[in-house]
């Protein structure tokens, strides 16, 4: 099937946009698989210094002629996703074993999760805990030790940042090692129902916790399509998992089975060999556009409008919001999985899962064929599902069709003829709008502005009746510059309640919302952000707001002489304990959100 001529389109303006800055990072990889210190040939003392903690595999490792593998981990025990990993090492040390290679964990990283510090000051750390985690990948890599690398993480900022890290160290070949979501606990849409619930009194906290804890229960990522299951989507669609690996669940014979094969594939991709694939290579503008595809395709994250303008500029590649815009209007809508339908990621892998909807785009000329992936011949590999045969040795089969055509579908007979995904431009600036899961009726709101600086007053005005009316609730001083850019899930439940009365209501914000934001329109990421006299400053209570999704508009309908007068609104103070205060470099120095809200780029001179 012949490419689409959007998509076409879409990437040759990424590549003519990004040539010089590509050719750059291609240079960079060039000398350092030229210059890259060779382990055999490593002084003596620094040697020692990285086998004395070895054993059985020190003689091969002196000996240096087989690949040495650096696992870089994001395991802890707190978290659900990453307690999976913490028998990988040495599992992985045994399976490199088999394929005549070492491997030895090179660092860890830290893995902070939104859900627990959801609406808390530790949120403020969140997005700024990804450019730690890049900081932490190119430490762990920097010791010259390693011909490969196994990246272990899932999560919301973690796979962004260990790309993000790794592409620095863009000569060596390295694959994305999942652990896979929990098996599914209570439904959903039954916890929204309970957290709605206790957001107007009706239940108490006993029966919230119940529900909560019905819903995250055992290990694995949570089960719904937030950021971390879109991280895994787009793992897949850019081919740097083995194929099929993203929804397996943690503790099967299947999920150890892919890991095996992950460390296999690593050994089998070094330069030595004759199928050299390093990270650098295989990240191209081609592989960012199918990860943005896959986003618009199955209705993932609105954090990735973030996360993937970093990772790409970090393999020297541009892409911005118009992209994403331009690609929403050719890729339809595939996938109805929780917030933007009823399924849960468990039952999206039962229905087909990623095999099913990578093979469905790429038949159907809506993605790139063409990659270098971590394994096969091209994504042709990423549309066939994995399977443990009757010996118990893995294998790779068709999809077959949909097996529930209300969770994923053909482009031919899609949810939805768009990807749901809108940039919104006026003068409250440049922002952007998830709309698959959003009621069309609801994609144009114009009603009375309310402004706040932080979540808690916006829910004392709720639990007050303030807000109880048509309204837009403006939530500025949210950005990376001003605190961070916290997500704001905690207004969600109040929202939802007031739109369920039937009201007219919608989110502004400078800061962000996930894919676990749902049916409330919400307008977010709002460029620049408020603090430095950004437009959304200058929002006072009662500005009729017009957000319109369909035409593309977000803005104050106030009068343009009176615009230009108004004093902008002073930021609050900056906010100091748990750790603020260590991130203040960062927070001076991070981006505009388009550009990936990071310090890291800035420092860069992106």
């Not at 609105?302 to 892409?319: E, K, R, W, Y």
């Not at 331009?326 to 899962?353: C, H, I, M, T, W």
């Not at 309204?471 to 990376?480: D, E």
Request: with cysteine; aromatic share 6%; glycine share 10%.
């Amino acid at each position: 099937m012949t490419l689409h001529s959007e998509i076409a389109a879409v990437t040759d303006r990424i590549i003519t946009r990004s040539k010089p800055t590509r050719d750059a990072y291609l240079a960079l990889i060039g000398r350092a698989r030229d210059t890259h210190i060779e382990r055999p040939a490593m002084g003596c003392a620094n040697a020692a210094h990285a086998y004395a903690g070895t054993e059985e595999d020190r003689p091969a490792l002196t000996a240096g002629k087989a690949m040495n593998i650096g696992i870089v981990t994001s395991y802890n025990d707190m978290l659900s996703a990453h307690a999976p990993y913490y028998r990988y090492p040495e599992q992985m040390k045994v399976w490199a074993r088999e394929a005549g290679a070492t491997a030895q964990v090179a660092g860890g990283v830290p893995a902070m999760c939104d859900g627990v510090t959801q609406g808390y000051a530790g949120m403020e750390l969140s997005l700024f805990s990804r450019d730690t985690i890049a900081l932490s990948t190119a430490i762990a890599l920097s010791h010259g030790m390693f011909e490969g690398a196994a990246l272990l993480g899932i999560c919301d900022k973690i796979v962004p940042g260990l790309l993000m890290g790794a592409l620095r160290f863009g000569h060596l070949p390295m694959v994305l090692i999942p652990a896979g979501p929990m098996p599914s606990g209570l439904p959903n849409k039954a916890k929204v129902e309970v957290r709605e619930a206790y957001a107007e009194g009706k239940v108490g906290r006993d029966a919230l916790l119940e529900a909560e804890i019905g819903a995250y229960h055992s290990k694995g990522t949570c089960t719904f399509f937030g950021t971390a299951n879109s991280n895994q989507m787009m793992m897949e669609m850019m081919g740097l998992h083995m194929p099929g690996a993203a929804f397996i669940n943690p503790g099967t014979k299947l999920r150890q089975e892919l890991t095996r094969a992950a460390v296999h594939r690593v050994t089998e991709i070094g330069w030595h060999g004759d199928s050299y694939r390093p990270i650098g290579l295989c990240v191209d503008e081609k592989a960012i556009v199918n990860a943005a595809i896959g986003l618009l395709a199955t209705g993932g994250s609105t954090n990735h409008l973030l996360h993937l303008p970093a990772i790409a500029a970090c393999a020297g590649i541009v892409i911005d919001w118009e992209d994403f815009d331009r690609l929403s209007k050719a890729v339809p809508l595939v996938a109805r999985v929780y917030p933007n339908g009823a399924a849960d990621v468990n039952g999206f892998e039962d229905a087909g899962g990623m095999p099913y909807i990578i093979r469905e785009l790429a038949d159907a000329g809506l993605l790139h064929r063409d990659l270098m992936t971590v394994a096969g011949a091209d994504m042709t590999d990423y549309g066939r599902k994995p399977r443990l045969d009757d010996a118990g040795t893995l294998a790779w089969v068709d999809p077959g069709p949909s097996g529930d055509e209300t969770i994923v579908r053909t482009p031919a007979a899609p949810f939805a003829p768009e990807g749901g995904f809108r940039i919104l431009t006026g003068n409250l600036g440049r922002a952007c709008i998830k709309v698959s899961a959003v009621e069309r009726d609801r994609w144009t709101i114009e009603a009375p502005a309310a402004v706040f600086h932080d979540q808690a007053a916006v829910l004392a005005a709720f639990q007050a009746g303030e807000l109880t009316r048509d309204v837009v609730v403006v939530m500025r001083f949210q950005g990376p510059r001003a605190n961070g850019m916290p997500e704001l899930h905690k207004l969600t439940p109040a929202l939802g309640v007031l739109q369920n009365r039937g009201y007219r209501v919608a989110l502004v914000t400078d800061g962000r919302m996930s894919g676990a934001s749902g049916k409330v329109p919400a307008a977010i990421h709002c460029s620049p952000e408020a603090l430095g006299d950004g437009p959304l400053s200058r929002v006072r209570d009662g500005d009729i707001i017009r957000l319109d999704a369909e035409a593309g508009v977000l803005e104050a309908l106030v009068d343009p002489v009176e615009w230009a007068a108004r004093v902008p609104a002073t930021a609050p103070p900056e906010a100091d304990g748990m750790g603020r205060e260590l991130f203040g470099l960062f927070r001076a120095n991070a981006n505009e959100a388009e550009r990936g809200a990071s310090p890291l780029l800035t420092g860069m001179g992106w």
